[in-house]
Nanobody, 129 residues
Framework: RVQLVESGGDSVQAGGSLRLSCKIS????????MGWFRQAPGKEREGVAA???????IYADSVKGRFTISYDNAKTTLYLQMNNLMFEDTAMYYC???????????????????????WGQGTQVSVSS
């Protein structure tokens, strides 16, 4: 079965950097969208960044210019490079992947959580100001 396992979360000072990784196993879809989401205490889950099989990527306005999403197909690992971290970035970060076209995802790079079927357990990022 498909499994997603995040790592790389840590406690850092504002202005610092982290790279999150998401190892994806048993995932055989050729067409897909993969994304990073986050949820802070008392807040709703929000999309951070997403990338599709063609390499198209999208970002939340709050992270544009600071975060970069990438996928290493050979390692089947999704990454999120986070630079110039701010206190507001503190949250649990989750990676997610879609199922095949026509399931709950209908193509393209998406950042709507409802279109993602597979989820990881999360990794905590804490930024001190």
């Amino acid at each position: 079965r498909v499994q997603l396992v995040e790592s790389g979360g840590d406690s850092v000072q504002a202005g610092g950097s982290l790279r999150l990784s998401c190892k994806i196993s048993e995932y055989t879809y050729v067409y897909y969208s993969m994304g990073w989401f986050r949820q802070a205490p008392g807040k709703e889950r929000e999309g951070v960044a997403a990338i599709d099989n063609a390499g198209n990527s999208i970002y939340a306005d709050s992270v544009k210019g600071r975060f970069t999403i990438s996928y290493d197909n050979a390692k089947t690992t999704l990454y999120l490079q986070m630079n110039n971290l701010m206190f507001e970035d503190t949250a649990m970060y989750y990676c997610a992947a879609t199922d095949g076209y026509g399931g709950i995802w209908y193509g393209g790079v998406v950042m709507s959580a409802n279109e993602y079927l597979y989820w990881g357990q999360g990794t905590q990022v804490s930024v001190s100001s």
